[in-house]
């Protein structure tokens, strides 16, 4: 078990680097830098050629790449070009944001996701299971922005109910403790419910596929043999195998739940990783990616590794 | 990238239908009650922004528009630059200094400064200050993007406290705005950290401030507020207690919250978006023309384009009246030529090319362009007339025109084929002349040099140039034009400098954009102009 978990973090600290050097080569290769954007009229043209050399844009590629990985190795991974912060920083402050965001939006999608299932097989191919895979159907197909702007446009602006962007009311930003967190909450309710509803759709529609599967498995007859109602067939026995496969899928999700959702950070404002990485793109922050793609690479290791952990301890066919 | 690209402008589209539905108001922020009649003290106005700031410290910032407008909220300048270029060059009012004056030669230009002015930790905003700030301006170890400015500025001399001299190397028409350029900074509290650690330096650490506000909070990417600062010299300006900057990324929520009252001002409004704001009558919408004007430039370099004929049957045959009225809708003037309509250098006698395209085929007939194998494409030499129009990518105005632009020219039998490109590798393909024709915009300072973007770029320096446009005579002028401090004399250079590049079309001018501004209608007092949408900030109040 050990050796199994060194050998697989091994291979692991391997693909973060391939990655962030894939990503260095990428971003050095294409076209434009990060001067290119000081286009102010004010700035003389010297201007971007001066921060050029400021950031080492001007030393070969090589050069530019072992210094940082000679930086990277230690933890230092330098200073954004677009913020003029430690890369480290600049993580550290959007990182929780996200999580918050997308850890809440994937347990609603589960949680949901498991409760509707169960819902739908009480009565297979009755009236409620067709209502619902009509709406799971629906939601899974919606694109995550549509739902996020029909969200705003009702709750906050047709019944005023919840804010439509920010972490933070105005008032909220400057309370401390309960008023706060409680300000965080209402804010959350929209960008998860956005996030969740097009999750709650996906997970319904596979769980209710692999359930209707296990019911007609011999170990869950016997169940119903040995005098288990349907519904204790269904969830005591059927269940906890039918959700094996979930467990890969959580896993594979980590490192959204790190690197976040673009669209639904843009239209709730919410200063998550998804915005960063974008604008760092944007304004080609070599830095800032390099420490955004390790990131997001090690959450994709992680998610591996603790799905096919947690795979082995759930199912004892399954051996290290 | 573009799949990601795509579906943000989907959405912003979306977002734009959401705000129509969305006209509810909540109740505007309580203001204090009034003391009798005129401007009243209290309340705060929420700011919409596209983008947080980086830095405090203008030396070490990038030159982002935004990010410059929070500095000057925060930091005194020596005098305030005026909304009057259309005139003459920009006039100055005091603001720090209280008066100035030129030396007879006038190589020395010497500041008197108010003696009630304090930094936010309550020290005097002295001589010192300014002599710091122009140490730190020049320092290659700070490298601030505007170094250059300074460099006809040999020194600063603090003369006493109140009274500071500027040493000027050569006699030319800027020396005043040059001058004045950059904020002041605490020397008492920045002059500790070294100019060689300043990059590595939080600034909102060291936090000093010396303008009508000071800044209460900063949370990233979310909500910069503005307090007012109660030592601040201009008392009991400004009348608001606080500004709070809102980071709105996407320019349709931004509008959805106006429209709700969440937002009380909206610095950019796209001009499609215009009749919704007017419509509005919680909202007023100020309107001025900005500095930002739209060309496709040409590239002057490849054999297609270098016959000044064939640029110039290019501008003839494309509708640009038509296109500036169908993209902008009202929102935008026809552009003449390389100075703004709205500047005193503007050369009111130069001709507007008209919209004529049997002119213009005659004109590519000269050149030598025909269709000789009768496929409705001209050709020359074996060669057709085809060519790629670069445009940056998710920029809807322009890919409009970039359309518009396709069905003119096909007409005449040019085949063009618009290209969306992302920003900045459509600025690095800019820069290394990799392509025939831009969509572009440029934006104008207040002080007219041309030598950046019209003089032939000389090895070495870095220049806006890209399209290759070199004329020896243009060359010349514009050398002699700078250095001519009487602005009269200037003038009739930069009048012969418009007549030869019109003359030449090295780029068809396209048009020139008005900025849009949308506040809440009981916003009173705001003057909100072409030098800055916080212009007189000072003397903004809400109504009853």
Known sequence: MLRWAFRRIGAGVVLVWLVATVTFLLVSLAPGDAASRLTDPRIPPAARARFRRDFGLDRPLPARYASWLAGAVTGDLGTSWTQRRQVT???????????SLT??????????????????????HGAGDRAITLATLTAYAMPTFGVALALIAVFSYRLQLLPPSHMLSLDGEMAHGWPRLLDLARHLVLPVAAIGVTGVGAVARYLRGSLLDERTEHYVLAARARGCTPRQALVRHALPNALLPLITMTGMSLPFLVSGSLVIEVVFSWPGMGQLMYNAALGRDLPLLLGGTIVATVAVVAGNLLADAAYALADPRVRM | MTARRRTLSALLAAAALLGSLACRRTPAPAVKEPTGEGPQPGGQVVVAALADITTLNEYQSSGDAGEAEVIDLLFPALMVEQPDYQLHPP???????????????????????RPDARWSDGTPVTAEDVRFTFLAQKDPRVDSVGMEIKDFIKDVEVVDPHTVRFHFSRVYPYQLMDANDGHIVPAHAWGKVPFDKWRTTDFEKILVTGGPFRLAAHIPQQTIVLQRDPTYWNAPRPYLDRLVFRILPDMAGQLAQLFAGDVD????VAPQEADRVVADPDLRLVEYPSRLWGIVGWNNRRSMF???????????????KALVDTVFRGHAKLATGPILSSMWAFDRSLPQLPYDQAQAAALLAQAGWRDTNGDGILDRSDKVFAFDLLYPAANTLRRQMALLIQADLARLGIKVRPVQVEFTSLISRAE?????????????ATKIDLTSTWSTPSPGQGSNNFIGYSNPEVDRLIAVAREEPDYTRAKVLLDRIQEAIVADQPVTFLYEANRLVATSRRLEGADINAAGVFFNIDDWYWSR
């Open chain 2, 306 to 320: 270098a016959d000044r004929r064939v640029r110039r049957a290019l501008s003839l045959g494309i509708n640009r």
């Open chain 2, 91 to 113: 006039s100055f009012a005091p603001r720090l200094a209280t008066s100035w004056e030129f030396s007879a030669d006038n190589r020395d230009l010497t500041f008197h400064l």
């Open chain 2, 265 to 268: 001002l909206v610095p950019s």
């Open chain 1, 89 to 99: 920083t600049v993580l550290a402050q959007a990182l929780p944001n996200t999580l």
């Open chain 2, 432 to 444: 290394a002349g990799n392509f025939d024709a831009v969509l572009w915009v440029w934006e104008e």
């Open chain 1, 103 to 124: 850890s809440l939006g994937l347990f609603l999608e589960l949680v949901g996701g498991i409760g509707l299932a169960i819902v739908q097989l009480r009565r297979p």
